[in-house]
């Protein structure tokens, strides 16, 4: 008998696989980095093709086959950008491939998608230094920051998850030095 995961879940990316299938990447509460296969998303009898939309925070449910995990089930909670108007989709984006290239394997980290959770909501999607400010998060959460640099920070900018105005007024006034030194840790972890 095969034991189904029920988990939080950001849908990370959907690609097609075959005639009728999508093989979904998600980051997941319980499981962490996980990719499944969704049998028959691309009917449009199915009821799983809206909710596997990149971008969208779920509750899936996946099931652990001989080849990989499968999607037995879904719920959508909410889309980060389908229906709002001020919401800057670069950043988005941006932040999504940043995610998916620093993250590897099935490691779970319930810290790093209660940040996520937190931070990508539409009030911290408006601008870039809103993606400064994640991805600076995203970077010192998964260990990519030297000391030196932190040294430069304002040390409330990890007190809370979301930032006040002295953390992004930094950030405003540093603008290039954290495009530089966010360029360099991406440069630096080789991938």
């Given at each position: 008998?095969?034991?189904?995961?029920?988990?939080?879940?950001?849908?990370?990316?959907?690609?097609?696989?075959?005639?009728s299938?999508?093989?979904?990447?998600?980051?997941?509460?319980?499981?962490?980095?996980?990719?499944?296969?969704?049998?028959?998303?691309?009917?449009?009898?199915?009821?799983?093709?809206?909710?596997?939309?990149?971008?969208?925070?779920?509750?899936?449910?996946?099931?652990?086959?001989?080849?990989?995990?499968?999607?037995?089930?879904?719920?959508?909670?909410?889309?980060?950008v389908?229906?709002?108007?001020?919401?800057?989709?670069k950043?988005?984006?941006?932040?999504?491939?940043?995610?998916?290239?620093?993250?590897?394997?099935?490691?779970?980290?319930?810290?790093?998608?209660h940040?996520?959770?937190?931070?990508?909501?539409?009030?911290?999607?408006?601008d870039?230094?809103?993606?400064?400010?994640?991805?600076?998060?995203?970077?010192?959460?998964?260990?990519?920051?030297?000391?030196?640099?932190?040294?430069?920070?304002?040390?409330?900018?990890f007190?809370?998850?979301?930032?006040?105005?002295?953390?992004?007024?930094?950030?405003?006034?540093?603008?290039?030095?954290?495009?530089?030194?966010?360029?360099?840790?991406?440069?630096?972890?080789q991938?």
């Amino acid at each position: 008998m095969y034991e189904i995961y029920t988990t939080q879940a950001l849908v990370l990316s959907a690609r097609t696989q075959g005639e009728s299938d999508h093989y979904v990447r998600f980051y997941t509460k319980e499981l962490g980095l996980v990719g499944a296969r969704v049998s028959g998303s691309r009917k449009e009898i199915s009821k799983h093709r809206f909710s596997i939309q990149p971008y969208s925070f779920v509750s899936v449910s996946l099931v652990k086959g001989k080849q990989g995990f499968r999607m037995t089930g879904i719920e959508h909670e909410r889309h980060l950008v389908l229906g709002k108007q001020n919401i800057s989709k670069k950043s988005v984006s941006s932040v999504i491939s940043l995610i998916e290239l620093l993250v590897h394997g099935q490691e779970k980290d319930e810290n790093l998608f209660h940040l996520l959770s937190q931070l990508l909501v539409p009030e911290m999607l408006t601008d870039e230094l809103d993606e400064i400010y994640i991805v600076v998060r995203l970077l010192k959460h998964l260990g990519y920051f030297d000391e030196q640099f932190l040294e430069t920070i304002p040390e409330t900018m990890f007190d809370q998850i979301m930032p006040d105005e002295r953390d992004l007024s930094h950030i405003k006034e540093n603008k290039h030095t954290y495009i530089q030194y966010i360029n360099e840790c991406i440069h630096n972890s080789q991938l």
